[in-house]
């Protein structure tokens, strides 16, 4: 468990370094893995209307939910990877 953490915190400060910035969908599923994996299950009440990104954000971390947060950081993990590549 502690080297998965340490490997999901690991991506966490890869990803950042990308040279060329993900397309959204692929920033989507990044932040939902990443809430997922940190935070678990969504929480909280689901943005305005007229938030279009806080929204988007919000359903594609609701579509996890129910996946363990040792899954969501080993995909998380994955994901990373094979954009690091």
Known sequence: ????KAQ????SDDIKKLS????NDT???LYA???QGSEGDVN???PGFFDF???AKYEAWAKLK???QDDAMKKYVALVKKLTG
């Open 53 to 55: 990104v806080g929204t």
């Open 33 to 35: 893995l990443f809430k």
């Open 20 to 23: 060329e910035r993900p397309d």
């Open 66 to 68: 129910g996946t363990s």
């Open 44 to 46: 909280g009440p689901k």
């Open 27 to 29: 920033l989507l599923k």
């Open 1 to 4: 468990m502690a080297d998965l």
């Open 8 to 11: 999901f915190e690991q991506a």
